[in-house]
């Protein structure tokens, strides 16, 4: 499709090619001050005022037809024509963003590092932009579009993280679409090293990337596509606070106005219209947010499997300030609460879609035809997991629903990577609702969230492995997987980034990729190097330590090596390849010290007796957890005979719904059981690991 050795996908081949994670987050974060009377039907004709939107009389110049345009409470998800059509060439939006209005750090930017909560789009940036209309240019240039782009975006440290002096641990290099995370890790003689993981993307995104940047970067080239039937999807993951809402909140209306500039112009008098739904994922239930969340919506399947959520709303927009007003209002609704690393935290997956659709014989009183939809998912954070243990019950619910969905996700991209017939789309609600937007021609945009800061180096680089299985599924499965870079750097020529072969997404997208520039020359992009304070180009020494990536054995294997306790910390050669000096930020004196010290090599040959105490107990621990994963694995495949006896009974004539709810609902309560309980244990492992300072490969 993309060319490139790109996979192809057809319809039998579900694409599923989004990670995922999840967040929390606002697209908008108060309450429009519109509300629409209740039980009205909202119409929007153009130009919407929001009096219009208040649902009171019609104004004046509207059609019937267009009085009329709420869906019919039944949106069948599938209904799109899912012909795969052969690539294509879309019309770029227009040349440069800037050139029409979109000015850096205005609009919905936020240009605020100090992290204020609400943020709220200037409305005068928002009439203002709606004149873009008439400024739209006739020249149109063609742009291909990649079938899966994975982006990183790096948020900055925050106030929190910079009181408790945590180190940036990222550095990205725009050029070469490549970030390194340099994570402190500890020997089991608790000596310290820094290990280096390198990434390459299809495009990273350092702190000083705008709002506006990112949508050019990310959405922008796919809008014009949903004019020729395809689904583009684009999805934010990350660990909670990492910045996925904040990336989220301004893409849907950004995206509208390209949507409303195409309707307007280069798809003038052609029959398209524009729809709005919002939806939540809540506890595995689907609530609308432009209807208050006011009832439960249910998703059923007809006969053709096609998935329809009963009872969404969808409103018909046409100006860039209803559509606003949409979002802000679902948005407000929205189910948030707390996490450690975030105050207002969501608590469920938003599902923002703007679906295009066409009138059929140019007649307003048939139902219009559905075209193309590009959705936003703002997911809930991907560490949520950890709730399941330290919470209350609510939370510890939540936590629950959320992992079963993050566990589905997994599930699907897993069975995709392995081109496997079967997708298990079935898993969760997100998975199920968001089928339709992965098979057939789509598109997809993974924004992957990371925060700089030592304390989340965990977490980042489990969003980084993500975003980086992904990828692989775009380019067949080669993608470069993150290493402990020990033999990769040491085969490779100096600069190991090079030897990379860039991701099909950025070959099929090269003219996007001299983009991810922004607009501007790469000479202006690039971040001037601060002078190095402390450059941490470790003195080549022999490698003695091997590391284990296999989960089970860890310290069974090293103590087998003779390397528990080791006798003298050495560091591999490679985490710092000679002929690349890495220069990191030391922000005060105390922190250099801090770096330099961690560098160091201690020499003290630890006492057998000391050193074992502790990796005993943690030995068997591993040993407990390991049995438990086994009798986990047991009892999911009892679970599976008994699904397919379910639905073997289930084909059969004359079964009793009733029976099979009950069995159903009795096996996907003892799978989802299953799952937290391992969860538990394992974080359990984890915090143990970390109270005796041992960081394992994840
Ligand atoms: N690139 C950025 N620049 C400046 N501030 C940012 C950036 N990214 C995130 N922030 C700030 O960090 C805080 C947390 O961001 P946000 O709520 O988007 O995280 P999240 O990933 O959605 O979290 P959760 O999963 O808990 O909902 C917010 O105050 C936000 O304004």
């Not at 020990?486 to 996007?512: H, K, Q």
Request: hydrophobic content about 30%.
């Amino acid at each position: 499709m993309n060319g490139g050795g790109r996979r192809r996908y057809s319809s039998e081949q579900l694409l599923f090619d989004a990670p995922a994670n999840a967040g929390a987050g606002r697209w908008a974060q108060q309450r429009g001050g519109v509300r629409r009377g209740d039980g009205e039907i909202f119409v929007s004709v153009e130009p919407a005022t929001p009096a219009r939107l208040r649902g009171g009389d019609g104004a004046a110049g509207e059609s019937p037809g267009q009085r009329q345009q709420l869906s019919p409470g039944l949106l069948d998800l599938h209904a799109f024509d899912t012909e795969l059509i052969p690539d294509f060439q879309v019309p770029a939006m227009y040349d440069g963003a800037q050139k029409f209005g979109y000015a850096h750090g205005g609009g919905f930017d936020d240009p605020d590092m100090s992290f204020a909560a609400n943020k709220q789009m200037s409305k005068s940036t928002v009439f203002a932009e709606s004149n873009y209309l008439k400024a739209f240019p006739e020249k149109e240039k063609a742009a291909p579009v990649a079938k899966i782009k994975v982006v990183v975006r790096k948020r900055p440290l925050n106030k929190k993280e910079i009181t408790k002096k945590e180190e940036d641990i990222i550095d990205i290099e725009q050029r070469s679409n490549s970030l390194t995370v340099h994570e402190t890790k500890l020997k089991v003689d608790l000596t310290e090293y820094v290990e280096k993981h390198e990434f390459v993307f299809d495009a990273v995104l350092d702190e000083d990337v705008s709002n506006d940047e990112v949508y050019r970067e990310t959405v922008e080239p796919v809008v014009p596509a949903i004019f020729n039937r395809t689904k583009a999807t684009c999805f934010a993951y990350g660990q909670t606070g990492s910045g996925k809402t904040y990336t989220m909140r301004p893409l849907p209306l950004k995206a509208s106005q390209d949507i409303l500039r195409l309707m307007h112009h280069t798809y003038r008098n052609q029959g398209f219209q524009l729809f709005v739904s919002f939806f939540e994922i809540y506890g595995g239930k689907l609530f609308d947010l432009l209807n208050d969340r006011r009832c439960k919506l249910c998703m059923r399947e007809d006969g053709k499997q096609k998935v329809c959520i009963v009872g969404l709303q969808e409103y018909r927009v046409s100006d860039v300030e209803t559509i606003q007003e949409l979002i802000e209002r679902g948005s407000a609704t929205r189910s948030t609460g707390t996490t450690g690393a975030n105050e207002e935290s969501s608590r469920s997956h938003a599902i923002l879609q703007l679906a295009i659709k066409k009138r059929v014989d140019g007649n307003d009183s048939k139902p219009p035809r559905p075209v193309g939809k590009l959705s936003f998912i703002d997911l809930a954070g991907s560490e949520r997991g950890a709730d399941t243990t330290d919470n209350d019950k609510q939370t510890r619910i939540e936590g629950a629903e959320i992992n079963k969905s993050l566990l589905a996700l997994k599930e699907c991209i897993r069975a995709l990577d392995n081109d496997q017939t079967h997708i298990p789309f079935r898993g969760s609600k997100l998975t199920e609702v968001l089928r339709d937007s992965f098979i057939g021609d789509s598109r997809t945009v993974m924004i992957s969230c990371i925060s700089p800061s030592s304390g989340s180096c965990e977490h980042t680089l489990n969003t980084l492995r993500y975003a980086d299985r992904v990828k692989s599924l775009s380019k067949g499965g080669n993608a470069k997987k993150d290493l402990p870079l020990a033999a990769p750097l040491r085969e490779s020529s100096p600069s190991p980034m090079c030897s990379v072969v860039p991701s099909s997404a950025s070959d099929v997208m090269n003219d996007i990729t001299e983009r991810s520039n922004f607009g501007w020359p790469k000479q202006q992009y690039v971040k001037e190097q601060p002078a190095p304070t402390f450059v941490d180009r470790l003195p080549k020494v022999k490698e003695s330590v091997e590391f284990s990536s296999s989960n089970g054995g860890y310290f069974k294997e090293q103590r087998s090596k003779g390397n528990v306790p080791p006798n003298v910390a050495e560091v591999p050669d490679t985490m710092y390849p000679q002929g690349r000096q890495q220069v990191r930020k030391a922000k005060d004196p105390a922190l250099e010290l801090n770096m330099r010290s961690s560098m160091a090599y201690p020499t003290r040959r630890a006492e057998p007796d000391e050193e074992d105490e502790p990796l005993n107990d943690l030995l068997e621990e591993e040993e407990d957890l390991v049995s438990a994963h086994r009798k986990q694995v047991e009892e999911t495949l009892d679970i599976l005979r008994e699904e397919m006896n379910l639905l073997g009974e289930a084909d059969q004539p004359g079964n009793q719904l009733d029976d099979y709810i009950a069995r159903l609902s009795g096996v996907l309560s003892q799978k989802a059981a299953g799952i937290v309980d391992l969860q538990a244990r394992l974080e359990q492992f984890q915090r143990r690991l970390n109270e005796n300072n041992v960081l394992l490969y994840a």
